[in-house]
Antibody, heavy 116, light 106 residues
């Protein structure tokens, strides 16, 4: 079964850091570009970061550029998102997403709450 | 950044009704437009990719059309389980932007 499982979310104070992980299974992870998409409570979807299969291409939304770092470990079928200098507006569910054009596989998401 | 605008934002509907949701792009995106369904507390689910291609396992009552800057998602005969929020998404360029969502209330 093709699956993405996120972990690492939690409650953190403004200015704090978190590292999200996404464990992939059921497909050849190294062949796919991978992405993070987030959704604030009651709001729509926001594409925040992409990393190509060979890590030669990386993208960040302006809202997270300079604070978040995406990385991957193809040997261990894992995607990561290091989040620093967190702000209250980063409060959201973070989804790991496999995409070739459309996102055909989504994880269940991990919730990040930034609050003092 | 390419902006996607969906209409309507909200629609109250009844079972067996035909529903059409529109997504307009701020510039031409060819056919790189995809549709998702999201139910409360669930991840989005791909319904239609590249404007009109039904994704595996999606009921035939869901269909998509359009190209360039105007696209539609049609549900031919609404079922109660179709109560959800629907999003369009363009992948022609990064960032992969989403529409604001259309909530169907049954």
């Amino acid at each position: 079964e093709v699956q993405l499982v996120e972990s690492g979310g939690g409650v953190v104070k403004p200015g704090g850091s978190l590292r999200l992980s996404c464990a992939a299974s059921g497909f050849t992870f190294r062949n796919y570009n991978m992405n993070w998409v987030r959704q604030a409570p009651g709001k729509g979807l926001e594409w925040i970061s992409s990393l190509s299969s060979s890590t030669t291409f990386v993208y960040y939304a302006d809202s997270v550029k300079g604070r978040f770092t995406i990385s991957r470990d193809n040997a261990n079928n894992s995607l990561y998102l290091q989040m620093n200098s967190l702000r209250p507006e980063d409060t959201a569910k973070y989804f790991c997403a496999r995409a070739r054009g459309a996102v055909d596989v989504w994880g269940r998401g991990t919730m990040v709450t930034v609050s003092s | 950044e390419i902006v996607l605008t969906q209409s309507p934002d909200f629609q109250s509907v009844t079972p067996k009704e035909k529903v059409t949701i529109t997504c307009r792009a701020s510039q031409s995106i060819g056919s790189s437009l995809h549709w998702y369904q999201q139910k409360p507390d669930q991840s989005p689910r791909l319904l239609i990719n590249y404007a009109s291609q039904s994704f595996s396992g999606v009921p035939s009552r869901f269909s998509g059309s359009g190209s360039g800057t105007e696209f539609t998602l049609t549900i031919s005969s609404l079922e109660p389980e179709d109560a959800a929020t629907y999003y369009c998404h363009q992948s022609t360029s990064l960032p992969g932007t989403f529409g604001q969502g259309t909530k169907l209330d049954i």
